[in-house]
């Protein structure tokens, strides 16, 4: 966090093998996610070879988003903001299901989207008169749903909603001399759910697909006394439907 061009000192750091060793858990936890993706997929593509039935609607997307936040201290001594809008990309990947509610003439149609996904929200902050910067990083499950407009049977306009459960939240202060990049875990200091409002444009082409989306942050996530903080983003992804 910075106060009139100073970062605020870390009050846990912890050595570089606990956090290799949280780095890999978190890998891990990815992978996982992936897996369960592909077995979601690969159960509705059997069910729909044992009906007979064509399967749509089923897709992956991947992308980067660009991350910017806020991050108010507000203590007995000390009023300060930090503001994380750096550019900092994450990748995001996710898996959806649009499910048809009504057909609309022959090209357009109104459908129910739903959506699982892994991202990395937070931010990062420009560097200050030393030349130091911070990130905040915030690993999350994130599911939602909004309504989706298909029009022309390429593109879609949708509304959405969206939770995500945060495993995982780091502070890292990166210095300018490179004499070190002391880290800490801020996971106790958040909340386990963070909530967005978002719109999605995206283009279809065949099975291909190319969207863009915005999302706003609702609720402060942060628990630590004297904390307040709500997250946005920007995100890019391509992705295949089945």
Known sequence: ??????LLPNEVLINNSTFAAST???????????????????????KAQETHRKVEGIGIEVGVGYNFMKLHL??????????????WMQPSTRIHYDMMLKQIGKKNSLKL???????????????DAKGNRLILAFGSIEAG????????????LTPLIKAQYIISGKQRHLLKDQSGVPTEDI???VQNLSANA??????KYR?????????????????????SAKENNYRVLIGYEF
């Open 1 to 6: 966090m910075q106060k009139n061009g100073t």
């Open 24 to 46: 890999i858990t978190i890998i891990m936890k990815k992978q996982l996610l992936l897996a369960l993706f592909f077995v979601f997929i690969l159960s509705f593509q059997i």
């Open 74 to 87: 507000e203590l007995t001594d000390l009023d300060s903001t930090a503001t994380l809008n750096n550019l």
């Open 113 to 127: 989207k739903t959506f699982l996904g892994y991202y990395t929200f937070g931010g990062k902050t420009l560097a």
């Open 145 to 156: 749903a909004g309504l989706t407009f298909d029009f022309l049977n390429r593109f879609q």
């Open 187 to 189: 996971r106790t200091d």
């Open 198 to 203: 978002g719109l999605q444009f995206r283009f």
């Open 207 to 227: 099975h291909f697909t190319l969207g863009a989306e915005a999302w706003i942050g609702l609720n402060d996530f942060y628990k630590k006394d004297g904390y």
